[in-house]
Structures are given as structure tokens and as C-alpha cells.
């Protein structure tokens, strides 16, 4: 157990983020449990308590009586460096546990830019970094979330993924743990990873063998162990209304990043973006009824005592039910002052009048995200919103009194020329302009904020090369110079982090090298802006001898072998050639959930189906 | 409205969280207590609660105050016992009383809460470095200087303050197991007050106190106002 002096927790900031001991959070003795977990994010405390996924795990875990589940996050620079001087090892927020203590340490992989922490993480804690090095005594460990769809990067580095979602499945995996335990843990470490590999959704990458070409590129994986499927196929909850759902969160002491009750109305999202990796990976759309959310609402409002609900889901706005579910919440909370809201709207009135309602008097903004400065390209990303679309809802939102409107763009598409770049200043714009038509006056501010386009594992866009830095900042001062109103503000993000990302997202095993070799140099927290080191990734890159444009600029041949086909969430390749041909031809797919299904292949391949309470006909 | 004021504690568990949190942490305590609260007007509505004299981080109490304000009158032992059941780890009810406001014709309302501080006492616990005689000595000297400035360095501003305007009483020492005692009565005011961490601090670098300061375990046990804990003034 670890306890740390006074003198230590006064010299770092905000303290309680590694003094534990929130309401909710699960105490269980630790003799007395057969499986201790340990969940986790890499990164900072406030980061990491505000991620759904792991709450959930957390309670179903929990949940079990032969198991403990408890929390650790990235320790800020401040706090490591005291620890690494003292030689304090990485520890739980529960029981202050040392880490390498526990049986399993998951990881929630939220974006590429987190691995060189996971690493920092894996060696604070005193675990070995690659899988080939670690012992009998350390911990498994495991990673789940988004980006395990293409896990190749980090797949040296973990003993086993969890591909999709983990609620059933990480408890699959206890009960293999539990019984491999009884039995006297037959054939050690790698005998539990022979049996857990023999579970649907598990991937274990050292049962795996990678071939390359001769000109050293990716040319097929093959499993070397009876157990490791050639394919491993996602894992989807089918019912939503029947797996459990956070109803007792661990309530932190300080602010946190998403500081509110988060109801989640159903999983997937089936618009059909073709940049969209989060519209690929969680596929069907399932809803959860009216009913189960009506009483999850209540419970989580009662176990937290916040005042602050979101209503989230990839696309909330096209939940079957929400305006009948909105008039729900607000009957049941009447008088509570319960205050909820929408984290993402549609680009229609039925969102504004919605937004309307659930924001009362506070007009604090609204952001829609159409994604291209023209209907050229907004045809080719399948994004199926018009201009004509835009000035109805931002007409509608500006009649309501709105005077604050984000606008979200992408820079760097596939196919997209300057006119397109131009567009987005001219878009924003005429929405400035609207504001002054339906008012009579100026004053509204219209922020552009526009991200660099990183092409995708799984999407229709995975073979397309990404544009390089200098391009992403000439068409920056392009649009920067193409914006005449003062009412327009234009963002950017760094595009020096967009390549990065672009090249780890569709590495290979090898890159794995360059991740260690970058997190040597002192790689940490690069989803920092003022904690990014730009240099020490080349240079990583450089020192391993591998060519990052091979990876992010370099555009895949159509019928090339990929390294992330054999995780997949289940859309065949035919579907997103398809959809790569219809994006060259400018041509649209429909929204399944509503329209005609598109073959993505996804419902034959996981036995699940769509579940949307409007096309079923029914009601929630 | 009726008003409560409530005396809470600040336990080891919670002793890192700021004045700000724990006004935060109430808030949501009081909502899960399905008491019928207050609220502010406005297009933000607040909790009405106001808070004695804010801790500082790293020190817990015995003595945290707080008032705040139903729509209906309740009976103390209810909500008491819902307050009670409702709190995180790290923080108890001790006390708990109705507010009771005088008639408009029988004069002032009650003072704000924060107005009524005029005192804290506190105690630290913190590890013998050396001889006792040292400590009782660097007590005695310090008790017997008539003033002394203390270098306030924040990061918005450097300043010195002098501290026995605000020391009421001679600071007291004694052992406990192996740990040095200091015992504090320190005025609170309007205008300011002085930290008991450095009085601490002042002891050891003028007066030679021989404590591992570092290691100190900083406890508020008492806030008073007009010489009486501020839940005996309602």
C-alpha cells in the first residue's frame, strides 16, 4: 500500500487527484476476491474519470463478487517526477495498491496520441513495456476502445485487446481468469492467453505472425497458435435495454472534464460519414427505450446529485424518441433544477427547436458540424446536409436568439481543391450574414473551428494518402486570408499532430519500435499541446529507420493488404470500395437505420440487428 | 426560507480538496438529500449556501460551517438524518440547527456567516526533529516577541504581514506519541488573518523549532464568533 506524505501531496497540483476515496467508489477487501482489475485511461485524473466506457466496466466488474475493480490514471509531470525520485510505483485510487499487483490492468485507448503515456504508465507502475519481456507475477495487459481497430502499432506492448464492446466480454474474461486460476494456472501466462484467445472478440497479437514484402510493406498476418482466430470480429451488446448501465458513478471531489451525468440513448451511428472511423466501429444502431432511460435518469440523478445531464450518443439528435423522452425528463425533474443538454445536433429546425426548449434562457451556442465548405465535397464524405439545410437551422437558432455559432470543418479530404477550402470562409459567412437578416444588426459570432484530416482504419477513406504538414498550413493561411468578416473567428488544430496521428493510425507492427523509442526521449501527454514534442517524434522515427510519409502520405493501393483487416469491426472491404467509388462519383448512401440497407456487412457478420423504437414501428 | 446551519468536518480523506470543491461537493450532497433547497433566481440557479471561513488545502476540521436554506420548514432530525446519509466519505454532520431569524421589528437580521468568524483554533501534528528542550524553547521565544512579519510570497503578489496582530493566544506545545502538538488561536478578520502553517513555518526558520515540517498534519477544531462556536450563535 502506498501512502503518500503530506509534504508530497502539498507539492503537486490539485492534490486530490491521487487521493481517492470518492463517494461511490468500491472498497472490497482484497484477500478476499479471486480477480483484481485494474481500469484505467492514460491520462490525467480528470481526463480519466470522465470516460463512459470505464464507468461502466467499472460497476460490472464491480458487480462481481469475485472481483475487484479499481482506478489509476496518468500521474501529472509534477507528481512523476516525485515519484520517479522517491521510487514510488504506480498506485490504485482504491486500496493504493501497487499496480503490478493486480491480475489485469485495462487500458481505454481513446486516441493514438495516448500511447507513449500507456507506456510511461506501463513503466511507472514497474511492467515490463513488451509483452515478450513480462513475467509470471506482472499483470495482463489488456486495452479496449476506439482505436483498437487497428492495434498493430501498440500490439507488442499488450497481452490481449477487447475488441468493441466490453461489458459481456470483459466479464467472459474474468470467468477464464478465475477457473485458470482454480486450475493452477495450467500452462501460465501464455496458457490463460490460449484460453481467453478462444473468446469472440479477443485479440492476442502475440499468437500472430507478421510477413512483410520485399519492398518491407505489410503483406498478411497469420495466426501461429491453434487458438488465434484469423479474423476477429468486434463484440456488440444486442439489447441495450438488457446489459447493464452505470447507475452509481464514482463522484469526484474536483471539477472534472465531463462533470455531469452522461445517459447514453443508444450505441452506432449509421449517417454514413465516409471519414467517420466512430461511424464504421459502432455499427448497428441500438437504442436504448424510453422507458429504461426514463428510469436510468432518475437513478443516476439521485445516486450523483448533479444538476447537469447530457443526453449522449454519436448523433443524440436522431434518437427515435427524443422529443417525447425530452418531455419525459423534463415532467419527471421538474422543480429539481435539472438542466439538460444535447452534446451533438443535427443540422435541422427540429434540433434548434429542441436545443430551444432544453436551454430555457441560458443561449450559451450552438455548434453543427458540416464538415466541408462545399456540396461537391460535402457529397464526396456522404455528409448529406445542403446549405439550404444550414441557413434553415442557423435562421431558426438566430430567431430564437441565438448569437454564438460553432461550425466544425475538416481540412485535407480526399478530392478537396482550394475552391472547397474558400467555401468554408464563404459558408461561415452567409451565416454571419443570416444573423444580421433576421435580426436587423450584427453582433453574432460565427467560430470555424477545422481539424486536419486523418485518414481512418475501417472507413472508405483508409487508403487515401494524407496530405503533408506544409500542405495542411498552406491551405491554414489560405483560409485564414479568404475570411473577410470580422465576425468570422477561425481555429486550427496542429497539423504537426495530424500527421503523427496519421501516421500511427495506420501503422504496422513496426511503428511499436518508434513508439518506444519516442516515449525514451521523453514522449508524454502529446494530446497536450504545451507538453508535445514534435522533435523527439522524428527523431524517433528517424533513429528506427522507418519513413513516416510511408505511412500517412503514401495512398494504398486498392487491392493492397492492410495490417488492421484481421480486428475488424465487421464492414467487408467490398463496402468500403463501394464507398470509396461513390465518394470519387459524388454520390450519396442512405442512412440504414431509416433508408435501405447499404450491405456494410456488419449485422450477418455480429448476428445483431438494428434497433430503432421509430422504423420498428414501435413505440420506446 | 428557512435557514439551517450546519457544522461539518473536513476529514483526512478529503483534506486536498479545495474551499471551492468541498462548497461544490455540499451542493451535490444536499441535492442527493432530497431536501427541498433553495435555490438562487436567474438564469443560473444556485443553491443558496454560504460557508464560514474558507481552509486552507492540505488541512482538515472539525469545525467547517455552512448555512443554507429550504422552501420548507423541516424538522431538525429529518434533515439531519437525510444530510447525513448523504455526505461523501470524509465529511459528518456534527450539528445541525434551524436559523432563527428575528421579527423585522425586533432588529438586524443575522450577519452573514463569514462575518460571524472571529477566531479558528487549530492544532499540528508534525514529527520531532531534535531535542524537546529546543521546542520549548523556540515556542517561548517566539511567544515573547511583541511583533513579527511574515514574507507572504503568492503568485500574484508578495507581501509582509505581521503576525501577532493575529496570534490571540501563546502558541502551546506538547508531545503526542512521538509528534510535537502546537496548539493555535489565531484571529480571523475582515482585513486578514494568518495561516497556522506559517506560524509554523516562522517558528522553524526564526526561532529554530525542530519539526520535520513537511510532514505536517494541520486540524481546524474550532471557528468562533463573540467567543462561542458559531453553531451556538443560532
Known amino acids: 500500500m502506498i501512502k503518500l506524505e503530506p509534504e508530497i501531496l502539498q507539492a503537486v497540483e490539485k492534490p486530490a487527484r491521487y487521493t481517492g476515496y470518492e463517494l461511490n467508489a468500491v472498497h472490497k477487501d482484497w484477500d478476499g476476491v479471486e480477480c483484481h482489475f485494474a481500469l484505467s485511461l492514460a491520462d490525467v485524473y480528470e481526463v480519466g474519470m470522465s470516460n463512459l466506457g470505464l464507468k461502466i466496466l467499472y460497476e460490472v466488474l464491480n458487480n462481481r463478487e469475485d472481483t475487484v475493480c479499481e482506478r489509476v490514471y496518468a500521474p501529472w509531470t509534477d507528481m512523476e517526477t516525485i515519484m520517479r525520485d522517491r521510487n514510488i510505483p504506480l498506485f490504485s485510487l482504491e486500496s493504493f495498491t501497487e499496480i503490478n499487483k493486480f491480475d489485469f490492468l485495462g487500458f481505454s485507448l481513446q486516441y493514438e496520441m495516448i500511447y507513449s503515456n500507456v507506456l510511461n504508465m506501463l513503466d511507472l507502475a514497474g511492467i515490463p513495456i513488451w509483452t515478450r519481456d513480462r513475467q509470471e507475477s506482472d499483470p495482463f495487459v489488456v486495452g479496449g476502445g476506439p482505436t483498437v481497430f487497428n492495434t498493430e502499432p501498440i500490439s507488442d506492448f499488450f497481452d490481449f485487446f477487447i475488441l468493441g464492446e466490453g461489458e459481456e466480454l470483459i466479464v467472459e474474461v474474468v470467468d477464464t481468469f478465475v477457473k485458470w486460476k482454480a486450475n493452477g494456472r495450467i ?39 491453434a487458438e488465434a482466430k484469423p479474423k476477429i470480429f468486434k463484440r456488440v451488446i444486442k439489447d441495450m435495454d438488457k446489459v447493464h448501465f452505470v447507475e452509481k458513478p464514482v463522484m469526484p471531489y474536483i471539477g472534472i472534464v465531463h462533470d455531469r451525468i452522461m445517459l447514453e440513448l443508444f450505441r452506432g451511428c449509421t449517417r454514413g460519414c465516409r471519414f467517420c472511423q466512430a461511424g ?82 441560458r443561449k450559451s451556442g450552438l455548434t453543427f458540424a458540416p464538415e466541408a465548405g462545399t456540396q461537391r465535397l460535402r457529397d464526396v464524405i456522404n455528409k448529406g446536409v445542403t446549405e439550404e439545410n444550414l441557413m434553415t437551422a442557423v435562421e431558426a437558432a438566430f430567431r430564437q436568439g441565438w448569437k454564438q455559432v460553432k461550425l466544425y470543418f475538416m481540412m485535407g479530404l480526399p478530392t478537396e481543391t482550394d475552391e472547397d477550402i474558400v467555401g468554408i470562409a464563404q459558408l461561415a459567412e452567409k451565416v454571419a450574414r443570416k444573423y444580421k437578416e433576421v435580426t436587423g444588426k450584427w453582433g453574432v459570432t460565427v467560430t470555424i473551428s477545422v481539424s486536419c484530416f486523418v485518414p481512418k482504419p475501417h472507413t472508405p477513406f483508409q487508403w487515401f494518402g494524407q496530405l503533408p504538414k506544409d500542405e495542411f498550413e498552406r491551405r ?52 497536450w499541446t504545451d507538453l508535445f ?58 442512412d440504414c437505420r431509416r433508408g435501405k440497407c447499404s450491405a456494410c456487412g456488419v449485422c450477418p457478420s455480429l448476428g445483431a440487428k438494428v434497433v430503432d423504437y421509430k422504423r420498428n414501428g414501435g413505440e420506446g | 426560507m428557512y435557514k439551517y446551519r450546519a457544522q461539518l468536518t473536513k476529514g483526512d480523506e478529503i483534506r486536498y480538496i479545495s474551499h471551492l470543491d468541498y462548497a461544490g461537493v455540499m451542493e451535490r450532497a444536499i441535492r442527493r438529500a432530497k431536501l427541498p433547497a433553495a435555490y438562487s433566481e436567474g438564469f443560473n440557479p444556485h443553491l443558496k ?17 455552512m448555512d443554507f436554506e429550504l422552501t420548507r420548514p423541516l424538522c431538525q ?79 500574484k503578489k508578495t507581501r509582509d504581514i505581521e503576525v501577532k496582530q493575529y496570534v490571540l493566544e501563546p502558541v502551546q506545545a506538547g508531545m503526542a506519541g512521538a509528534l510535537v502538538k502546537l496548539s493555535m488561536n489565531i484571529a480571523i478578520t475582515q482585513s486578514g488573518s494568518i495561516k ?33 462556536p458559531l453553531i451556538d450563535l443560532v
Open chain 1, 533 to 590: 514534442k514534435n522533435e523527439v517524434w522524428h527523431e524517433a522515427f528517424r533513429k528506427c529507420g522507418i519513413d513516416l510519409r510511408e505511412y500517412n502520405e503514401r495512398t494504398r493501393d486498392l487491392d493492397e493488404p492492410l495490417p488492421w483487416e484481421h480486428t475488424t469491426p465487421g464492414v467487408s472491404r467490398e463496402f468500403l470500395r463501394r464507398e470509396y467509388d461513390k465518394a470519387m462519383r459524388g454520390e450519396l448512401t442512405e
Open chain 1, 280 to 361: 464504421t466501429s459502432y455499427r448497428p444502431v441500438r437504442e436504448r427505450s424510453r422507458a429504461y432511460l426514463r428510469q436510468l435518469a432518475r437513478k443516476l440523478v439521485d445516486s450523483t446529485g448533479y444538476n447537469e445531464m447530457s443526453l449522449t450518443s454519436l448523433s443524440s439528435a436522431d434518437y427515435s424518441c427524443l422529443g417525447e423522452m425530452v418531455d419525459d425528463l423534463f415532467a419527471d425533474f421538474e422543480g429539481e433544477k435539472v438542466s439538460f443538454s444535447l452534446p451533438s445536433l443535427r443540422i435541422d429546425s427540429f434540433s434548434i427547436d429542441l436545443a430551444h426548449k432544453m436551454q430555457q434562457v
Open chain 2, 49 to 65: 449556501m454560504s460557508f464560514a471561513s474558507p481552509l486552507s488545502l492540505g488541512v482538515t476540521s472539525d469545525a467547517e460551517y
Open chain 2, 196 to 228: 497556522p502553517v506559517e506560524i509554523m513555518e516562522l517558528m522553524v526558520k526564526e526561532f529554530g523549532l525542530p519539526v520535520d515540517m513537511g510532514k505536517a498534519m494541520i486540524n481546524r477544531s474550532q471557528l468562533l464568533g463573540q467567543g462561542k
Open chain 1, 476 to 527: 491554414q493561411r489560405l483560409l485564414k486570408d479568404s475570411i473577410k468578416e470580422k465576425a468570422v473567428k477561425f481555429h486550427y488544430h496542429d497539423a504537426r499532430v495530424s500527421v503523427l496521428e496519421g501516421a500511427i493510425s495506420r501503422g504496422d507492427r513496426r511503428i511499436s519500435q518508434v513508439i518506444y523509442q519516442a516515449w525514451q526521449d521523453g514522449a508524454k501527454f502529446d494530446g
Open chain 2, 77 to 155: 432530525p429529518e434533515v439531519f438524518d437525510k444530510l447525513s446519509k448523504a455526505l461523501p466519505p470524509g465529511i459528518k454532520l456534527m450539528k445541525l440547527k434551524p436559523v432563527k431569524e428575528p421579527k423585522a421589528c425586533q432588529g438586524k437580521k443575522h450577519k452573514a456567516l463569514m462575518a460571524e468568524v472571529e477566531q479558528g483554533i487549530y492544532e499540528i501534528l508534525v514529527p520531532l526533529m531534535g531535542d524537546w528542550d529546543a521546542v520549548v524553547k523556540a515556542v517561548k521565544s517566539f511567544n515573547a516577541v511583541s511583533e513579527i512579519n511574515y514574507h507572504r510570497v503568492t503568485p
Open chain 1, 187 to 225: 500452462g501460465g501466462r501464455k496458457g490463460f492467453l490460449k484460453e481467453v484467445a478462444k473468446l469472440e472478440g479477443i485479440y492476442v497479437p502475440s499468437f500472430y505472425k507478421v510477413n512483410y514484402n520485399d519492398q518491407g510493406r505489410f503483406l498478411s498476418i497469420e495466426p501461429v497458435e
